[in-house]
């Protein structure tokens, strides 16, 4: 099981870059794929970005690829996402989510979430 903690939220002008980061707990965080899921008020939880274990796999929403950037340090135990060009759109609460994978790709499910971090766009 692992336990994962996000930091990084906040507020940010339209246009502006925020980097958010995820800490995972064990020892075993290599072997997780690691997610960014995102809920806007009054809507459902939407995929952002995903990595695989390695890092050499990643997949992201059409509506933030060319702007998003996820990356892992299995050194820390951390994934991040680097997220530019901010727009409004882009407010919601940002939760990391982690997959136990035996294989090297990106999921579509995740078992393993964490509480959440505010991202607040104001145009």
């Known amino acids: 099981q692992v336990q994962l903690v996000e930091s990084g939220g906040g507020l940010v002008q339209a246009g502006g870059s925020l980097k958010l980061s995820c800490v995972g707990s064990?020892?075993?965080?290599?072997?997780?794929?690691m997610g960014w899921f995102r809920q806007a008020p009054g809507k459902e939880r939407e995929f952002v970005a995903g990595i695989s274990r390695s890092g050499g796999s990643t997949k992201y929403a059409v509506s933030v690829n060319g702007r998003f950037t996820i990356s892992r340090d299995t050194t820390k135990n951390t994934v991040y996402l680097q997220m530019n060009s901010l727009k409004a759109s882009d407010t919601a609460v940002y939760y990391c989510?982690?997959?136990?994978?035996?294989?090297?790709?990106?999921?579509?499910?995740?078992?393993?979430w964490g509480r959440g971090t505010q991202v607040t766009v104001s145009s």
């Open positions: 064990g020892r075993t965080f290599e072997r997780y794929a």
């Open positions: 989510a982690a997959d136990w994978r035996l294989s090297d790709n990106v999921p579509v499910e995740y078992d393993y």
